[in-house]
């Protein structure tokens, strides 16, 4: 089935090492979104990439940053993790068409970041 | 901030009734959608409702769109123990990347066998 995966499925790291989460799709969408999620929270965008550009969310710390090497995966790096940024990672793809707006996102599972 | 209001923020109900939750928005949207997430895991898609519509249906799920108040209801009709998870609200809005969403804060909702 095609599908979005997140790998791992929880990452613990030391406060300050630099850490990197994964997310591949099998779906051939050209839109990869990273939202951030705390406990009861809404997911909140951090940066998404249509195709090839980046976009980042003007309230997203410089802490953290992303790379798409190609359509199927998509990284998102935390340079310097502090406790606040202990959080569910979440991936989703979405596929735009000429004339069609918006489409529904496709979700991961997740990455449950924890810092100690 | 452009984030919605969901309410009621928890709603705890019995199988067989039926669960009503509503979403508020803050400016004009292209579509508004509504997801489900269980705990610990990753958001999935329910329903779209474009700007145009009214009503939508999907199976048990019933979604209203009123734009000239700026809200929106998901209605699950004959609700099952299943059904327990947190639902959210994203708001497609006008301008701008259509394509990115704005997530309400979400209503958990506890279906009680």
């Known amino acids: 089935d095609a599908m979005v995966i997140q790998n791992p499925r929880y990452q613990v790291t030391q406060f300050g090492k630099p850490v990197t989460l994964s997310c591949s799709q099998t779906l051939n969408h050209n839109v990869m979104y990273w939202y951030q999620q705390k406990s009861s929270q809404a997911p909140k965008l951090l940066f998404h990439y249509y195709d090839k550009d980046f976009n980042n969310e003007a309230d997203t710390p410089d802490n953290f940053q992303s790379r798409r090497p190609n359509t199927s995966f998509c990284f998102l790096d935390i340079r310097s993790p502090g406790l606040g940024d202990a959080a569910m990672y979440l991936c989703?793809?979405?596929?735009?068409?000429?004339?069609?707006?918006?489409?529904?996102?496709?979700f991961g599972d997740g990455t449950r970041l924890s810092i100690l | 901030s452009q984030q919605g209001e969901e309410d009621p923020q928890a709603l705890s109900i019995q199988e067989g009734e039926n669960a009503t939750m509503n979403c508020s928005y803050k400016t004009s949207i292209n579509n508004l959608q509504w997801y489900r997430q269980n705990s610990g895991r990753g958001l999935v898609h329910l329903i779209l409702?474009?700007?145009?519509?009214r009503e939508k249906h999907s199976g048990r799920l019933r979604v209203t769109l009123d734009t000239s108040k700026k809200s929106s209801s998901l209605l699950i009709t004959a609700s099952r123990a299943a059904d327990t998870a947190s639902y959210f609200c994203?708001?497609?809005?006008?301008?701008?990347?259509?394509?990115?969403?704005?997530f309400g804060k979400g209503t958990l909702l506890t279906v009680n066998p």
């Open positions: 409702i474009r700007s145009n519509e």
């Open positions: 989703a793809t979405s596929h735009l068409q000429t004339g069609i707006r918006s489409q529904p996102q496709h």
């Open positions: 994203a708001a497609a809005y006008s301008g701008g990347s259509n394509y990115k969403l704005t």
